[in-house]
């Protein structure tokens, strides 16, 4: 599988931006954490306070029922009584009892007509433990804290009186507290307030973060196109120069090694050697041209261009390079329209991506070629099968002159670049070591081809 090549030296600006990014994370996690752990404690010890109130008063009605079903001093305990003086204390909202049949048995209010009902009550989850709930009767929600009581029942056996207490909930009776519920409220509000404060300042400081990560990069691409065009202006000041100097001499020396070439038959040492001396001059005139038009690209001439005939085209120039070391050809070519491009440039980009792809497979593979439209752009792709790129060169791919082959002056690369930004374009290439290599070309698609 081949993944997509890291940036270039971005990788130090990236680590450097996650550095920041991480810690700003994980402050805003912390605070959120701090902040709900701290309103939900608060949460806690209200409950916790408003639970033992209730259960104290659920305990005092137990207590008064059993000292009722006794008798005191031969008189009968009025419950009512006591629920009615306990109502008129602090804050509480009403008192109840509700029996085994679903009836209230006794209630005390604060303010009659609260809302409060039985079968509101008796729906709350079955509980022998104070157990505590909001429930909203009316406009004003209450905290109410219930548990199921176990009287004991007075039997006769034997001429004794005995007590014996019912172990089924459905026999035992409700006894249910209302307390105000606003401070309760209140926290709960106020931890809803915490957290929304401490989500939004966790979300701005990874916002920061991210910008700043966002920034450090684009910094750190320009910083490095920079870089490069500094490295391409002191190489185009030399190459102006060397050019001139070198391509004097390579002239005469051309000509006179045609001149003493064609003093000998076709065949002879002597007229292979002259015609030996003609190519290695005309291949110093490439690099010299080549390297002039790295560092002064001219303006591309543009002109509608058949893309499927333009890659059929340098496809036949390297149909025998493939052939010779068993390379298949695949292209996946889609129906477009002419495209805007110069077709001089565009070819001898496609030649340079063909001959490394060849020469990236000594013993055979695959040679893809694919293009298509994407939106407003145009998409030419070459890849390959071969040994890859080892990710350590893949930061210095395009530089002038860096080459991983034996052979070659490794400026095709370079020009390739340079070339497709000339049209506006960018160069992508994906590789892995031993899966292969692909070299995207992203083309924007100009005039009435948009």
């Given at each position: 599988?081949?993944?997509?090549a890291?940036?270039?030296t ?37 409950a ?39 109502i008129?204390?602090?804050d ?54 219930y548990?199921?009581?176990?009287p ?12 014996t ?18 401070l ?44 490069r065009?500094e ?6 000041t030399?190459?102006?120069?060397v ?19 064609a ?17 290695e ?16 690209p ?14 059929r ?6 149909e ?32 340079n ?14 040679l ?18 071969g ?25 095709g690369?370079?020009?390739v ?34």
């Amino acid at each position: 599988m081949i993944n997509q090549a890291p940036l270039s030296t971005s990788i130090f600006w990236r680590r450097r931006g996650l550095i920041l990014l991480v810690p700003a994370v994980l402050t805003a996690a912390i605070l959120i954490w701090l902040a709900v752990e701290g309103r939900a404690r608060e949460q806690r010890t209200i409950a916790r306070i408003l639970t033992t109130q209730g259960e104290t008063l659920i305990r005092s009605v137990e207590a008064a029922r059993r000292m009722g079903m006794r008798g005191q001093d031969g008189r009968q305990f009025r419950l009512r009584f006591l629920m009615d003086e306990m109502i008129r204390q602090g804050d509480l909202r009403f008192l109840g009892l509700i029996d085994a049949a679903g009836r209230f048995e006794a209630l005390s209010e604060a303010e009659p007509g609260s809302g409060v009902t039985a079968e509101a009550l008796s729906a709350l989850p079955a509980s022998t433990e104070p157990a505590w709930a909001i429930i909203r009767p009316g406009d004003d929600p209450l905290f109410v804290v219930y548990r199921y009581s176990r009287p004991p029942r007075r039997t006769m056996h034997g001429g004794m009186m005995h007590e014996t207490v019912p172990n089924s909930i459905d026999e035992r009776t409700l006894i249910a507290v209302g307390l105000d519920a606003s401070l309760y409220l209140r926290a709960v509000r106020k931890d809803v307030l915490t957290l929304a404060m401490a989500g939004g300042l966790g979300l701005a400081l990874a916002f920061a973060g991210a910008v700043t990560l966002f920034w450090r990069r684009k910094v750190a691409g320009l910083e490095r196109e920079v870089a490069r065009q500094e490295r391409l202006a002191a190489l185009g000041t030399l190459a102006a120069g060397v050019a001139h100097e070198i391509r004097n001499p390579l002239s005469s020396i051309k000509g006179f090694a045609t001149y003493f070439g064609a003093k000998f038959e076709a065949g002879t040492q002597d007229r292979e050697l002259a015609e030996v001396m003609i190519g290695e001059v005309d291949r110093l005139n490439r690099v010299v041209t080549e390297l002039l038009e790295l560092t002064h690209p001219a303006q591309p001439r543009l002109a509608p261009t058949d893309v499927s005939d333009l890659v059929r085209h340098a496809l036949r120039l390297v149909e025998d390079d493939c052939q010779g070391k068993g390379i298949a050809v695949q292209t996946r070519i889609a129906k477009l329209e002419k495209q805007t491009l110069d077709p001089d440039r565009m070819l001898q980009v496609l030649l340079n991506l063909f001959l490394n792809a060849i020469q990236a497979m000594p013993h055979g593979g695959v040679l893809t070629v694919s293009a298509q439209r994407v939106k407003d752009r145009l998409e030419l792709r070459v890849s390959d099968t071969g040994h890859g790129i080892p990710a350590q060169d893949l930061d210095r791919i395009f530089d002038p002159y860096f080459t991983t082959k034996n052979q070659g002056t490794g400026l095709g690369l370079a020009t390739v670049r340079t070339m497709v930004e000339a049209h506006g374009g960018q160069v992508r290439i994906a590789s892995e070591p031993g899966q292969g290599t692909q070299v995207t070309l992203d083309l924007p698609v100009k005039g009435e081809n948009r």
